[in-house]
Every structure is written in C-alpha cells, then in structure tokens.
C-alpha cells in the first residue's frame, strides 16, 4: 500500500492519512482524477483502503450498475451496500439478484427500523405524497448515516450533469455532512459514457429504462419522463424537490409542492 500520495517522507497511518487531508491535498487530488478513467480512480482506492474500509453505494441506476460491474473487476474485496425504502420497483429488487449472481457478491442492505406500517402510525397515509423530505430522511438519509458509521469512505455513482446540485461534485471530497471521504469516480462522466459502458459490458440494467424511466427511486416517487424533459424530472414530480438528501450538505428541509 502507498501513502506517498499525501505524505512524503512519513509514516503515517492510512485513517490518521484519510482523517487529516487537508483542502490542497484534496484539490490535488482532483486535479490528478479529474481526466482519469473510473476504473484508474478505483485501482488507486483499492490501493490506498484497507479492505472493508470503504464501500460503494448504489441506488441500481445507470450509473450505479456501470461502476459495480468496474468495482467488482478491479477488487471484490470493496464491499457494496443499498438503502431498501421498502418501496423500491420490483424490477430494481430483482437486477439486485441479477447482479448478485452474475458477479457473485451480496449487495448489503441497510434499511430503516421503522415499517411503513409504523411509519402511517407515526405521520399518517402517504407521507411521500405530503412530505417526501421527511420520508426521505427516516427511509434514505437515517439509515445511509447508520451504514456509514461503519467505514471511513464511501464511492458513490454521482455525475455532475446529473443536476444542479451535483454540478460541482469532486472526484475526491470530503463529506461534511457523514464525516468521511467521499469518491465519485463518475462526476466527470457523461449519461453517453454510461450508457456506452454498459453496452460494451454487458452490464444488466433496469429495464425501466427502456419505458422513459431516466432516474429511477421510490415507486411512489419515480414517473417517466417526456421528451425534453431534465433527467430527474421524473422524481418527486409536482414536488420542488430533486434530491433524496444523501448527496446534499444540508439537511432536507420541507420543500413545497411546485404550484405553491
Ligand atoms: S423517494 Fe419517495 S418513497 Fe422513497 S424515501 Fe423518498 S419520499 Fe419516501
């Protein structure tokens, strides 16, 4: 393993190395990935993190599959986890068992303790259709925090021409709001590199994609979308709202409906 990324001429722990980067060796490091393939920018994290120290979340998107099928190829051992909101399609349910087994890893689940049963008793029918910021923080943000207490980075399938919000995501930052190194190996992608990837690869994919889904979530919160249409303006339609939280530094607050 190499530290000398960072520290020349010290030894010095890989968490006091990750704990204690400092914004210039951050931006250094972006300057170095910024034009780099995803894969290059997974050998190195493979190299630098201890195994198990850093794992990928997936939400089973475009982006999602395309750097499972480039994770898995670099290093098994990276593991990869998803936040099960109880009421994801059952065509994501199902490419996780399709992945599962063509790659032949488990995808760990981290989900809330709360039931949608216990959800209703606790703020009423629907609460994705009154208050999805507040669905979205006890069925997405709660458990991510929950899943990231037990590593000290995390990779994530983000692109910058995503949306607004992630217009300005690094290939390395530091993650204020989960306190640990984020990877997005994919910011600098295009949806053309993705969908290109997952061609030559054969890398399965939600077949919602193929029925004018662009950014798939929730059931209750994913629609298709028309021609014209931003990538996300499927999500949480008729709602000012086009995160989930889990890329956002701050917390969600209620966002109203579009007409309001
Ligand atoms: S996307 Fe919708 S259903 Fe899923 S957690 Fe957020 S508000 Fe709830």
Request: no cysteine; proline share 0%; charged share 20%.
């Given at each position: 393993m190499c530290f000398c990324v960072f520290a020349v001429g010290r030894s010095v722990s890989w968490m006091e190395l990750v704990m204690n980067l400092s914004p210039e060796e951050i931006r250094s490091l972006n300057d170095r990935f910024e034009t780099e393939h995803p894969g290059r920018i997974l050998e190195w994290v493979s190299e630098m993190f201890p195994v198990g120290s850093i794992a990928m979340a997936t939400g089973f998107g475009a982006e999602g599959v395309a750097l499972i099928d480039m994770t898995v190829s670099i290093d098994k051992g990276i593991p990869v986890f998803y936040l099960d909101?109880?009421?994801?399609?059952p065509e994501t349910y199902k490419l996780r068992g399709e992945l599962e087994k063509k790659y032949g890893i488990r995808i760990i689940r981290y989900a809330t303790n709360i039931t949608l049963a216990q959800q209703v008793e606790l703020h009423g029918e629907k609460l994705w259709e009154r208050n999805p910021d507040l669905c979205c923080n006890i069925r997405k943000v709660e458990p991510l925090r929950e899943a990231l207490r037990n590593y000290s980075g995390w990779i994530t399938a983000i692109r910058r021409e995503q949306s607004p919000f992630r217009a300005n995501a690094g290939v390395v930052e530091w993650d204020k709001k989960f306190d640990l190194l984020k990877i997005n190996p994919l910011a600098a992608w295009t949806k053309k590199d993705v969908w290109k990837y997952i061609a030559e690869h054969d890398v399965p994919y939600n077949p919602l994609y193929d029925k004018r889904y662009t950014s798939i979530g929730c059931v209750h919160c994913t629609t298709p979308v028309g021609a014209g249409e931003d990538e996300r303006a499927g999500r949480w339609r008729g709602f000012r709202k086009n995160e989930c939280g889990l890329h956002l530094a701050e917390p969600l607050t209620a966002q109203g409906r579009d007409n309001q």
């Open positions: 909101t109880d009421v994801l399609f």
